[in-house]
Antibody
């Protein structure tokens, strides 16, 4: 069974940093690309970042480019999102989602809440 | 960047009725790389439809997707109580940016 478990969320002040993790199991992690997608309270879904299976291809949404860094450790079956210079508008539930070869997000974790507030 | 516009914003229907949800793209979606997700309160999105019309594993056949190019439709043939939720369309594929529609809430009338 595919499982994705996010962690690392919490309350942080504007300008602060946070590192999210996503632990994967139930599939060959090193064979799949991954996405981070977020959802602000009461709002819709917003794609944040993508990383290919070998980390050779990385994309970011304009809203986070230069502030967030996606990475992965295939030996640890883990995906990460380093978030710096956090803003109020980054407050959201952050989901990691597995992507197949067409970049379809087929499995999602349950999410971790990030709250940026003073 | 492809912009996806979903309509209506809210659909008020009764169990047993047919639901028709629309997703319109600002430009043609290549290879029909259009997906639909269902999201219930406090839960992660669940993949329903991919490739515009293929049902994901375990999805009941009352859910169907159609369309190509810029116009796509998700149909729920007969609403069950568990189908009342928010539905999102998404384009994927070769674009460097994935985009989601704004969502359609299907609520109990």
């Amino acid at each position: 069974e595919v499982q994705l478990v996010e962690s690392g969320g919490g309350l942080v002040q504007p300008g602060g940093s946070l590192r999210l993790s996503c632990a994967a199991s139930g599939f060959t992690f090193s064979s799949y690309s991954m996405n981070w997608v977020r959802q602000a309270p009461g709002k819709g879904l917003e794609w944040v970042s993508y990383i290919s299976s070998s980390s050779s291809t990385i994309y970011y949404a304009d809203s986070v480019k230069g502030r967030f860094t996606i990475s992965r450790d295939n030996a640890k079956n883990s995906l990460y999102l380093q978030m710096n210079s956090l803003r109020d508008e980054d407050t959201a539930v952050y989901y990691c989602a597995r992507a197949d070869y067409t970049r379809l997000a087929d499995y999602w974790g349950q999410g971790t809440l990030v709250t940026v507030s003073s | 960047e492809i912009v996806l516009t979903q309509s209506p914003g809210t659909l008020s229907l009764s169990p047993g009725e047919r639901a028709t949800l629309s997703c319109r793209a600002s430009q043609s979606v290549s290879s029909s790389y259009l997906a639909w997700y269902q999201q219930k309160p406090g839960q992660a999105p669940r993949l329903l439809i991919y490739g515009a019309s293929s049902r994901a594993t375990g999805i009941p056949d009352r859910f169907s997707g159609s369309g190509s190019g810029t116009d796509f439709t998700l149909t729920i043939s007969r609403l069950e109580p568990e189908d009342f939720a928010v539905y999102y369309c998404q384009q994927y594929g070769s674009s460097s940016r994935l985009t989601f529609g704004g969502g359609t809430k299907v609520e109990i009338k």
